[in-house]
Each structure stands twice: as structure tokens, then as C-alpha cells.
């Protein structure tokens, strides 16, 4: 059964999973309880210059900086352009930039005309942009000039793109320039798709999900209102692409639904983001916890003082971390679990709530609960699949894969979880990230945790590899601190039977690591999150 939508094109409309498909979408508190109409465009710029006026400092980036009445021209302007270049409603707008200005007017201006977003990772190359395109097959492109030779590589000269920046005339800045700052927003279903996501880090077939307008103002009205709490005098900040559902609400969607500003980086290198936090005075960023972790590095040198809010997702923020980032800082780091699927984080805690070691409690607005594989709910303390329904859900686009994600109307994130019985959640491991060794199941993530709170340790990852006498055994990668990097082979032995013997103190002996190899580098996504998959190749090798 194909939803009633909006728009001429029907595109997105006829690639949404059946609607037996679906999670349950859950509409139980009043702040997601949207009209049937709304624009997200709208809601986000012209409700939030109701409250702090034309002349409140929206985005300050690397391209210029825009006051919300600024912004609300410059996107109207836009959206003319794109008018003019032949969008209609319900056709994909594909951006490919950095995060900067001109990208957020470009992905506010998509909304306002009716269009649906795909925003990419600059760091995609051409036979991945191929995939995406063959994904959506976008109407229309806007490509900042510096990014140009990938996409242009990937043979989409047949579709029409605006260039960002650069010396042409034919530039979005300079065809901006000549349009109206009048323009009536397209009167979309709050329904209606605006945007499709890929899934970060994933391997073969690449997935898009589906968001609505009212999804993209859910992720503020809960998380951000109910855990991160900002207000317009708030300056965020943080490394996380746009691209990246966790980037695009954390440095977008949040701070422009209260009315605070937003300071984008097109490199957020741990350097330039405390740099920036000490220029700018920032006091919200988002980044994961790898970047945590090596900001601690760093952070004597910069003046961080204006820090209240500090929130890690993306992957498992080690307790170790959490502890040395309070001690450093005394900010208590906001951990948190979503997935592009849901669009953002839906659970989490922060302040009194927070409790190290656990990734929080449901979001108001969500319920989240654990399962076992015939789908019954586990009592308290035992370890199962991670359920979560709420006002947002998945919705995969014309892929077979939405009967694996969806069941029974949970999304199943495919992480394993236990419960407490006042109901906080803690991280078990990915499901594919559960180690069974000797018939016991051994949870990666926690012998990486304990790994970490050795001083020689910078970053680890732990995998299993394949062995005659116990089916499968703990593998530790290893990246040393600096101080401790030998070319000693003696040496390097010695240190990894004290590791060894460092983790059979901490945890369950049968957990250690047997094979512990030391690398230089892990290999990482765009987005930063730790591709275990390509390290398991290596061991079965």
C-alpha cells in the first residue's frame, strides 16, 4: 500500500516498505503531536525568528556568517533557484559539501521547495557517489567546487548540478543574489518524505532511509529538549558530518529549533574543535568518543571553561573515558544510542541522571526494552536484543532488508543490551560483535573498556579469530601511546603479557585477549565509527 503524499513526483512515495512493514510510530506526549500539514524548513527558521529576532546570530562557518534573518533570505532565495532549475515536488536535491554556510542554507532551501534532501560525506569517492545516485536517482545536484572531480567521476553528467564557491557566474551564491527573499514554503504533509539518509559505515548494497518533516522537528522536541536541554543563548559546535544524521541534528536541526547558533567546521579535527570552543565560547558539542579521548591530549592548551554540555554517540563511549573527561573538564559527558534508521538518539540521560558505564535511559517519547531471538521481553539483567518504537522509526527505501530491521513493530538495532530494573540500559556489544569463545560469550566492547584503562593503550579494538582448539579466541588491536611505541621485540611481548595479565584483573580471566597485535592506525568510517568488519578479514585471512 502505497501512504498518501504531497508531492507530483512519487518517487519516495513508491519506495516505501509496505505499511505492515512498519515500526509502531508512537505519538504519546504532546510535543510530537504535529498538525497534519507542516514544513520543517518553516518551523525551524521563521518560528524560531518569532523568538529571538532577525539580527541573532544563526551559523558562524568557514563561508561567512548568517544572522537567522540572513538565513531565512538566503534560503528563500535558494529555493527560488532551485525552482528555476526545475525542481518539483518530491524530487531529490543531492548535496555533496563540506559543514559550512551554504550547505545548511542549501538543505533548509530543499525543504522549503517541496524537494527531498540526500545530503553525502564529502569523503565518498566516485564508486561510491555511483552507488547513492543509483540509490535515489536525484533530479538535481548542488556540489561545492572543491568536490566536484569525484562526482563528476562518477558519471553523473547527465544530472544537473550547481556548483558552491568557485569563480563562475553560474555559482549558487551568485544565482542566489538575483532572486526574491519572497517565497510561499511548499505546504507539505508533516508526512511527507524530506529527506533519505544512507546508513554510515556499511558494506555492499548502500541503504537509504526515510524521514519525514515531522521526524526531523521529533529528534529536537525529544532528545534535544528533554536530554540535552539548549536555549537560544547555547553555541554549538562538533566534528560529526552533516551527512550524518548525529551531525545534522546536533549541528543543525537542534540549535535552530531554540534559536541558538551554530558554529560549523569544515575540518573538526580534535585541535580545531577545542580551538574553536575557545574562540567561539561554545558550550554544546557532539562528537564521538574517539575524538573525546584524544582531545583529553589537548585540552591543557585551550580555554574549554565555557563547556556545559558534551555529548558522545556514534559508538560505545568507554567508562574509562567518561571518567578522565569529567576529571579534565568537569562536564559529564552525555552518552547516548541512535541510529540513522530512528534519525537520532533515543536513549541517553543527562545530569543527576547519568550513570557511567550505562548508555542512559529511553528518551521521553520512546520505549526501548530487551529481547530474546523469538521476540519475548527478558526480565532485568539478562543480555539480549536492543528494541526501541517511538515518533520516529524506520523506513527503509525499496529494500529487502526492512523485515530484518522491523519486527513486530520494534526496530531492532542489532546491538546487544541488558536492563536494569530502573530501567537503565548498558552496552553489551554489537550483535555481531559478541565473541563466543569456549562456549562463552565474551562482549568486545568490554575488554576493549578494560584495554583502555591500561596507560600504554591510545585506541583499541577487539575482534574474534578463528582458532583449532576454541573455536574462536579474543584478538586485541592495539594502537600504543606514543611513550610507549618499541622496536623491541622482546619488549613488545613483554608488554603484551602485562596487558594480558592487566585485563584478567579487571574482568573475567577467560575474556583476556590471547592474540594482541599492535598497530599504528584502525581503519574508521567517514563518520569515525571503528569498522571491525575489516579487521575480521584480516583474521581469517
Same mark, same amino acid.
Given at each position: 500500500?502505497?501512504?498518501?503524499?504531497?508531492?507530483?513526483?512519487?518517487?519516495?512515495?513508491?519506495?516505501?516498505?509496505?505499511?505492515?512493514?512498519?515500526?509502531?510510530?508512537?505519538?504519546?506526549?504532546?510535543?510530537?503531536?504535529?498538525?497534519?500539514?507542516?514544513?520543517?524548513?518553516?518551523?525551524?527558521?521563521?518560528?524560531?525568528?518569532?523568538?529571538?529576532?532577525?539580527?541573532?546570530?544563526?551559523?558562524?562557518?568557514?563561508?561567512?556568517?548568517?544572522?537567522?534573518?540572513?538565513?531565512?533570505?538566503?534560503?528563500?532565495?535558494?529555493?527560488?533557484?532551485?525552482?528555476?532549475?526545475?525542481?518539483?515536488?518530491?524530487?531529490?536535491?543531492?548535496?555533496?559539501?563540506?559543514?559550512?554556510?551554504?550547505?545548511?542554507?542549501?538543505?533548509?532551501?530543499?525543504?522549503?521547495?517541496?524537494?527531498?534532501?540526500?545530503?553525502?560525506?564529502?569523503?565518498?569517492?566516485?564508486?561510491?557517489?555511483?552507488?547513492?545516485?543509483?540509490?535515489?536517482?536525484?533530479?538535481?545536484?548542488?556540489?561545492?567546487?572543491?568536490?566536484?572531480?569525484?562526482?563528476?567521476?562518477?558519471?553523473?553528467?547527465?544530472?544537473?548540478?550547481?556548483?558552491?564557491?568557485?569563480?563562475?557566474?553560474? =555559482?549558487?551564491?551568485?544565482?542566489?543574489?538575483?532572486?526574491?527573499?519572497?517565497?510561499?514554503?511548499?505546504?507539505?504533509?508533516?508526512?511527507?518524505?524530506?529527506?533519505?539518509?544512507?546508513?554510515?559505515?556499511?558494506?555492499?548494497?548502500?541503504?537509504?532511509?526515510?524521514?519525514?518533516?515531522?521526524?526531523?522537528?521529533?529528534?529536537?522536541?525529544? #532528545?534535544?529538549?528533554?536530554?540535552?536541554?539548549?536555549?537560544?543563548?547555547?553555541? #554549538?559546535?562538533?566534528?560529526?558530518?552533516?551527512?550524518?544524521? #548525529?551531525?545534522?541534528?546536533?549541528?543543525?536541526? +537542534?540549535?535552530?529549533?531554540?534559536?541558538?547558533?551554530?558554529?560549523?567546521?569544515?575540518?573538526?579535527?580534535?585541535?580545531?574543535?577545542?580551538?574553536?570552543?575557545?574562540?567561539?565560547?561554545?558550550?554544546?558539542?557532539? =562528537?564521538?568518543?574517539?575524538?573525546?579521548?584524544?582531545?583529553?591530549?589537548?585540552?591543557?592548551? +585551550?580555554?574549554?571553561?565555557?563547556?556545559?554540555?558534551?555529548?558522545?554517540?556514534?559508538?560505545?563511549?568507554?567508562?574509562?573515558?567518561?571518567?578522565?573527561?569529567?576529571?579534565?573538564?568537569?562536564?559529564?559527558?552525555?552518552?547516548?544510542?541512535?541510529?540513522?534508521?530512528?534519525?537520532?538518539? +533515543?536513549?541517553?540521560?543527562?545530569?543527576?541522571?547519568?550513570?557511567?558505564?550505562?548508555?542512559?535511559?529511553?528518551?521521553?517519547?520512546?520505549?526501548?526494552?530487551?529481547?530474546?531471538?523469538?521476540?519475548?521481553?527478558?526480565?532485568?539483567?539478562?543480555?539480549?536484543?536492543?528494541?526501541?518504537?517511538?515518533? &520516529?522509526?524506520?523506513?527503509?527505501?525499496?529494500?529487502?532488508?526492512?523485515?530484518?530491521?522491523?519486527?513486530?513493530?520494534?526496530?531492532?538495532?542489532?546491538?546487544?543490551?541488558?536492563?536494569?530494573?530502573?530501567?537503565?540500559?548498558?552496552?553489551?556489544?554489537?550483535?555481531?560483535?559478541?565473541?563466543?569463545?569456549?562456549?562463552?560469550?565474551?562482549?568486545?566492547?568490554?575488554?576493549?573498556?578494560?584495554?583502555?584503562?591500561?596507560?600504554?593503550?591510545?585506541?583499541?579494538?577487539?575482534?574474534?579469530?578463528?582458532?583449532?582448539?576454541?573455536?574462536?579466541?579474543?584478538?586485541? +588491536?592495539?594502537?600504543?601511546?606514543?611513550?610507549?611505541?618499541?622496536?623491541?621485540?622482546?619488549?613488545?611481548?613483554?608488554?603484551?603479557?602485562?596487558?594480558?595479565?592487566?585485563?584478567?584483573?579487571?574482568?573475567?580471566?577467560?575474556?583476556?585477549?590471547?592474540?594482541?597485535? #599492535?598497530?599504528?592506525?584502525?581503519?574508521?568510517?567517514?563518520?569515525?565509527?571503528?569498522?571491525?568488519?575489516?579487521?575480521?578479514?584480516? &583474521?581469517?585471512?
Amino acid at each position: 500500500m502505497i501512504e498518501a503524499s504531497s508531492y507530483i513526483d512519487s518517487f519516495t512515495t513508491e519506495g516505501l516498505p509496505p505499511r505492515d512493514q512498519w515500526p509502531t510510530i508512537l505519538r504519546d506526549i504532546p510535543a510530537v503531536r504535529y498538525p497534519n500539514r507542516l514544513n520543517a524548513s518553516v518551523e525551524l527558521l521563521e518560528k524560531s525568528n518569532e523568538l529571538v529576532g532577525r539580527d541573532k546570530t544563526a551559523v558562524i562557518a568557514d563561508d561567512g556568517t548568517w544572522t537567522y534573518g540572513e538565513l531565512i533570505d538566503d534560503v528563500a532565495r535558494t529555493a527560488h533557484v532551485l525552482k528555476a532549475a526545475g525542481l518539483q515536488s518530491g524530487n531529490r536535491v543531492l548535496l555533496r559539501a563540506p559543514n559550512n554556510g551554504w550547505l545548511v542554507v542549501a538543505w533548509l532551501a530543499v525543504l522549503r521547495a517541496g524537494g527531498v534532501v540526500v545530503t553525502t560525506i564529502p569523503m565518498i569517492r566516485a564508486g561510491e557517489i555511483e552507488q547513492l545516485v543509483r540509490v535515489c536517482e536525484p533530479n538535481l545536484a548542488i556540489v561545492d567546487h572543491r568536490y566536484l572531480e569525484d562526482w563528476q567521476a562518477a558519471g553523473t553528467r547527465s544530472i544537473p548540478t550547481i556548483i558552491v564557491g568557485g569563480n563562475g557566474p553560474q =555559482t549558487l551564491e551568485n544565482l542566489a543574489t538575483t532572486k526574491s527573499t519572497e517565497f510561499k514554503p511548499y505546504d507539505s504533509l508533516a508526512s511527507d518524505t524530506c529527506m533519505l539518509a544512507f546508513t554510515s559505515g556499511t558494506t555492499g548494497k548502500p541503504k537509504a532511509t526515510m524521514h519525514s518533516h515531522s521526524d526531523v522537528l521529533a529528534i529536537a522536541d525529544t #532528545f534535544s529538549a528533554e536530554v540535552v536541554k539548549p536555549n537560544s543563548a547555547d553555541i #554549538f559546535s562538533g566534528s560529526p558530518p552533516a551527512a550524518f544524521t #548525529f551531525g545534522l541534528g546536533g549541528l543543525v536541526i +537542534f540549535p535552530l529549533r531554540v534559536g541558538a547558533t551554530t558554529v560549523l567546521l569544515e575540518t573538526g579535527s580534535p585541535s580545531n574543535l577545542l580551538a574553536a570552543i575557545e574562540k567561539h565560547r561554545i558550550t554544546c558539542i557532539f =562528537t564521538a568518543p574517539t575524538a573525546y579521548r584524544a582531545m583529553l591530549n589537548l585540552i591543557d592548551t +585551550f580555554d574549554i571553561s565555557s563547556l556545559r554540555r558534551c555529548i558522545s554517540a556514534g559508538e560505545t563511549l568507554p567508562e574509562s573515558v567518561w571518567h578522565k573527561w569529567f576529571d579534565a573538564t568537569g562536564v559529564k559527558l552525555i552518552d547516548g544510542i541512535g541510529a540513522t534508521e530512528m534519525l537520532h538518539i +533515543f536513549i541517553s540521560a543527562s545530569d543527576s541522571d547519568i550513570r557511567p558505564g550505562f548508555t542512559g535511559k529511553t528518551v521521553p517519547g520512546y520505549e526501548a526494552t530487551v529481547l530474546n531471538e523469538d521476540l519475548e521481553v527478558l526480565p532485568a539483567g539478562m543480555q539480549g536484543r536492543l528494541a526501541v518504537r517511538g515518533p &520516529t522509526g524506520c523506513r527503509y527505501f525499496n529494500d529487502e532488508r526492512q523485515n530484518i530491521y522491523v519486527q513486530n513493530g520494534w526496530n531492532l538495532t542489532g546491538d546487544i543490551y541488558e536492563m536494569t530494573e530502573d530501567g537503565y540500559f548498558r552496552y553489551l556489544a554489537r550483535a555481531d560483535d559478541m565473541i563466543v569463545s569456549s562456549g562463552y560469550n565474551i562482549a568486545a566492547p568490554e575488554v576493549e573498556n578494560s584495554l583502555l584503562s591500561h596507560p600504554c593503550v591510545a585506541e583499541v579494538a577487539v575482534v574474534g579469530e578463528p582458532d583449532i582448539d576454541r573455536g574462536v579466541v579474543v584478538k586485541a +588491536f592495539i594502537v600504543l601511546q606514543s611513550s610507549f611505541i618499541t622496536s623491541d621485540p622482546d619488549g613488545e611481548q613483554k608488554l603484551r603479557v602485562e596487558l594480558q595479565d592487566h585485563v584478567k584483573k579487571n574482568i573475567a580471566p577467560y575474556k583476556y585477549p590471547r592474540v594482541i597485535e #599492535f598497530v599504528s592506525e584502525l581503519p574508521k568510517s567517514p563518520t569515525g565509527k571503528l569498522q571491525r568488519h575489516r579487521l575480521r578479514k584480516t &583474521t581469517t585471512k
